[in-house]
């Protein structure tokens, strides 16, 4: 039987893709919209996920989203996103959002997240994707937390369907 396929995370990763922020991006406390940022990380991690796959892919959860500081206006967003990990066909990609300032170069991190994507096949069924190889000591201290968050994210859904009987909503 052949090895599975595997790709490094440089493979499919996305480094320090750049938004710059309008005052359409603003919220009424005049920071950064938090649902903006979340949609431009969800629509980076489907490439990370679908360059990684070579399949369509979709969001299948996103947590641990935590704000750690607020985007202001006149700040440059700048996106990074890589894969964490893969299992069978699902995949967890890691969003780190910082805000810069484009006239001191100073940046702040102001958002972290994990996004799970499940690769499909022409059927729209699930297909196994290749293995994560990671390159750095880094990726590898993501792969292995991953597995950790994985573990919580079954655990919690054994929990809640065995809570009520139905399956988690």
């Not at 590898?140 to 809640?160: S, V």
Request: charged share 25%; aromatic share 6%.
């Amino acid at each position: 039987m052949a090895d599975k396929p595997s790709k490094p995370v440089s493979a499919s990763a996305i480094e320090k893709h750049v938004y710059k922020v309008f005052p359409n991006d603003m919220n009424s406390h005049d920071t950064v919209f938090g649902g903006m940022i979340m949609a431009k990380c969800d629509r980076l991690a489907l490439v990370v996920a679908e360059r990684h796959s070579a399949h369509v892919c979709v969001t299948a959860a996103v947590d641990s989203i935590h704000f750690r500081a607020p985007a202001k206006g006149n700040d440059t967003l700048l996106f990074s996103l890589s894969l964490n990990r893969s299992w069978g066909s699902s995949m967890e990609i890691g969003a780190r959002v910082e805000a810069e300032n484009s006239y001191t170069g100073d940046t702040r991190h102001i958002l972290s997240a994990f996004f799970t994507f499940v690769a499909l096949d022409e059927h729209d069924s699930p297909v196994e994707v290749p293995d994560v190889v990671p390159e750095t000591e880094e990726q590898r201290r993501r792969f292995k937390n991953a597995q950790i968050r994985r573990e919580g994210r079954l655990a919690t859904r054994k929990q809640l369907s065995s809570a009520d009987g139905k399956s988690p909503d």
